[in-house]
């Protein structure tokens, strides 16, 4: 093999799981900022990073644009999540009943919205896919089933055990 010739290694399974972890303990952090829309954007955030990573240890080629527009068509194909989630995002601003609906209810959402990401992008790119053959449209079903997935496996983490995500 020539030097100038990458070999490339699909990421294991345990890589994998580590990297779609510690996002997911990433959005459920920003699940928790007590400012509405600020915590919705970091959670965007954090799924958008996750991507990235997710493209670059399959070796696809990435673009933020592009990224954001497959992401916000594959959350909002299932639109009771992110309308749910918005709407209890500004209800932090009512004294103590929002605060508290806002720190029960959205970490556990943050968390399993980026869970299902992770999943469809991973299965999306383990099967020779790249961003631009993705179809939102095709994997609803399989998302919605991850989100629910994403659910339990966010009520279940311990965050003790996670490690940096850069």
Request: glycine content about 12%.
């Amino acid at each position: 093999m020539s030097k100038n010739v990458q070999e490339i290694v699909e990421p294991t399974k345990e890589e994998l799981d580590r990297l779609v972890r510690n996002h997911v303990l990433g959005s459920m952090g920003f699940g928790l900022i007590p400012m509405p829309i600020v915590d919705f954007i970091g959670v965007t955030g954090i799924q958008l990073n996750l991507l990235r990573k997710l493209a670059l240890a399959y070796n696809i080629p990435f673009s933020k644009e592009k990224g954001k527009s497959l992401i916000g068509a594959l959350v909002g194909g299932g639109m009771t999540v992110p309308i749910g989630f918005g709407l209890a995002s500004f209800l932090k601003v009512v004294p103590f009943i929002g605060a508290t609906t806002g720190a029960i209810a959205l970490p556990a959402t943050a968390g399993a919205m980026t869970y299902a990401v992770g999943k469809v992008f991973s299965q999306h790119f383990a099967t020779g896919g790249t961003l631009l053959n993705f179809d939102p449209e095709k994997v609803k079903d399989y998302y919605r089933e991850m989100f629910q997935e994403g659910k339990s496996y966010a009520q279940n983490l311990k965050p003790a055990t996670a490690t940096a995500t850069t």
